[in-house]
């Protein structure tokens, strides 16, 4: 009887302990109009039921998808505070690109934003030192400065719907990964992203208020799992600091007690 109450008391103590660790995803589909009632728009945002994501058997669509047009923005509020957590969404690139792609300027991007509005955004940018005709890039931005705070992740632009997962781990910080398989080039450290409170999708900016060639971006199947506070601080390296004191420029020599340049 002893054995049998110890073992029912160690049952339910596991069972308390999977429930308080355990966090469950939530699902965000593109069926109908009223799939954007929780989400904040700005400009052409639409939900699209002829262009979802194709399910990788029979080829029919995962319901629709959310449809960004340039100059558009979308946002959704998580929860009032930031955390740590992880964020799916399948983005679908058909390879639009600017006429010129060494010129500044900005596709479309997605990503997650924090509390205060910042966001941490993967996508298309363009710049004399990027190649967002072929490849993605982050921006850390408040939305001002499209190309601010860039670090490009290694990543090629490859035609069609794609997973992107960005993994705010609460003690490692914030990766990203396409596909589950190739992690982007990403230094949270340096970023100024200090946890996420929701997601922001954002459609083609272009430059001075042209686009690039009109890029749309669509969004389907986004999955969010909420973690709790972020233990790990990003850290911010410091400036180098020499060795030794700089050699001087011109020799002296004392003359009298006072130092002259020779």
């Not at 690109?97 to 010129?103: C, M, R, T, V, Y």
């Not at 992740?153 to 990766?175: P, Q, Y």
């Not at 990003?234 to 700089?246: E, G, H, K, L």
Request: glycine share 12%; charged share 20%.
């Amino acid at each position: 009887m002893q054995l049998r109450f110890l073992a029912v008391i160690v049952l339910s103590l596991g069972l308390m302990t999977c429930r308080a660790g355990a966090q469950q995803a939530r699902e965000i589909t593109f069926h109908d109009a009223a799939d954007l009632s929780a989400w904040k728009t700005t400009g052409d945002v639409s939900i699209d039921t002829a262009d979802g994501r194709p399910v990788q058997s029979g080829g029919s669509q995962a319901g629709g998808s959310l449809k960004i047009g340039p100059g558009a923005k979308a946002t959704l509020l998580l929860r009032p505070t930031d955390g740590a957590g992880t964020v799916e969404m399948w983005v679908k690139d058909d390879l639009t690109k600017s006429p010129n792609p060494k010129q500044a300027s900005a596709g479309p991007r997605w990503g997650l934003v924090q509390a205060d509005g910042h966001m941490l955004l993967m996508g298309v940018l363009y710049a004399p030192y990027l190649a967002g005709d072929t490849t993605y890039a982050t921006s850390d931005t408040d939305g001002t400065a499209p190309l601010e705070a860039v670090q490009y992740s290694a990543l090629g632009r490859v035609a069609g719907w794609h997973k992107w997962t960005f993994d705010f781990d609460d003690a490692k910080g914030l990766s990203i990964t396409l596909d589950d398989q190739k992690k982007a080039r990403f230094d949270w450290n340096i970023s100024a992203m200090n946890g996420f409170a929701g997601i922001a999708l954002l459609g083609d900016a272009g430059k001075n208020g042209v686009q690039n060639s009109a890029q749309t971006l669509w969004v389907s199947d986004v999955t969010v799992t909420l973690g709790g506070e972020m233990k790990a601080k990003r850290i911010v390296p410091s400036p180098a600091t020499p060795q030794a004191d700089p050699a001087p420029e011109r020799k002296v020599e004392l003359l009298d007690g006072i130092a002259m340049p020779v």
